[in-house]
């Protein structure tokens, strides 16, 4: 069953649980503090959440790349694209698991052209999907620029006085294909130096920004 089809990106904005996992989201978008003329990168872009926010923080000289491996996600973000001029925002259809999704053919090489890379990289809601996160992450790594910036937003079980939600997130997990158990942030930890770290609604958000 492809999970990110026609009818959840029909859906998604909607059923997607915005007003629990916007803050994350929020959170990482503020800490990344765009600037006018970066190059972004945002892995699993999904149906486009977090396009507004990057598209207004590089402004028009800037660069925002929306990569996802589901046609149908994107296809959802071309059509709220579609009335607006948008020159500085391009979409890849690749998995991001593939050590050259980002670094061969038209798909993406331009924008890793001359080893400049991207300034930011965002992976909301997504890396816990992954098959391979330790591949995706490696690509992270490769495409960021020299001093870049990333921000992991992700999902962990939620506790202390948030524990009884634990049934719902994991049934939000099962929905989504997310592995609750899966912990990216850690490979920012791990790799490079944490400029901001959040946790809320007892965990079961988690939201890491780092830099080299
Ligand atoms: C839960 S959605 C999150 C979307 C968006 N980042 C957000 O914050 O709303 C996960 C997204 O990851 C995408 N995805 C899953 N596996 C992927 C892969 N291997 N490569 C690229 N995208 C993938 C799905 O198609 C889906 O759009």
């Keep these: 069953m492809d999970r990110y089809g026609s ?6 904005d909607v059923l997607s649980g915005e007003p629990v996992y916007g803050v994350g989201r929020r959170l990482a978008l503020a800490a990344l503090d765009l600037r006018p003329g970066e190059r972004v990168l945002d892995v699993g872009c999904g149906t486009g959440l977090n396009l507004p926010w990057l598209l207004r ?7 925002v790349v929306g990569l996802d ?7 959802r973000v071309r059509a709220k694209a579609a009335p607006h001029r948008l020159p500085q925002l391009r979409l890849v259809q690749g998995d991001a698991c593939a050590p050259d999704v980002l670094a061969t053919g038209a ?41 870049g910036r990333v921000a992991v937003v992700d999902m962990a079980r ?10 719902l997130a994991r049934l939000a997990c099962g929905l ?10 850690r ?16 965990g079961h958000v988690q939201v890491r920004v780092g830099t080299r």
């Design 107 to 147: 798909a993406g090489g331009e924008f890793v052209s001359g080893g400049v890379g991207f300034d930011v990289v965002l992976a909301t809601y997504s890396l816990s999907l992954l098959a391979d996160v330790e591949s995706a992450w490696a690509t992270i790594l490769r495409v960021l620029a020299p001093g």
């Design 69 to 75: 491996r589901s046609p149908a996600m994107l296809d």
């Design 187 to 202: 490979l920012l930890e791990r790799d490079l130096r944490v400029t901001g770290s959040w946790s809320r609604w007892g």
């Design 57 to 63: 923080g590089v402004g028009p000289d800037g660069l």
């Design 158 to 167: 939620p506790t202390g006085r948030w524990g009884w939600t634990w049934p």
């Design 7 to 12: 009818l959840t990106a029909r859906t998604y």
């Design 176 to 185: 989504g294909g997310a592995d609750i158990e899966a912990h990216p942030w």
